[in-house]
């Protein structure tokens, strides 16, 4: 869902009127994702925070990740998410 999730970025930047930098990062291994708390992918953070509500504090998670949105899994978080994280920091 890596190239899904960044199409999706793609678009929520410009229609918030935001330029930001992108930075892909390859985790590779166990060790990598422990290291750099990540939760699966795709995850999108935005000014190193995860963009979905409430899962700041989970373990660390090396392997495929689901969102669950309204009941569903999905394998991309929603753009309201990265949209409501963009504005936050906006806001700052």
């Known amino acids: 869902n890596h190239a899904p999730a960044m199409e999706m970025i793609r678009r929520v930047l410009p229609r918030e009127g935001i330029e930001a930098q992108v930075v892909p990062v390859n985790v590779q291994d166990v060790e990598t994702a422990t290291n750099l708390r990540f939760l699966g992918s795709p995850s999108i953070r935005v000014n190193g925070r995860?963009?979905?509500?409430?899962?700041?504090d989970d373990p660390p998670f090396f392997g495929c990740r689901t969102y669950n949105v309204l009941g569903k899994t999905v394998g991309v978080p929603p753009e309201e998410w990265l949209a409501d994280a963009l504005r936050a920091v906006s806001h700052k």
Do not use: N, V
């Open 50 to 56: 995860d963009i979905e509500p409430g899962r700041g």
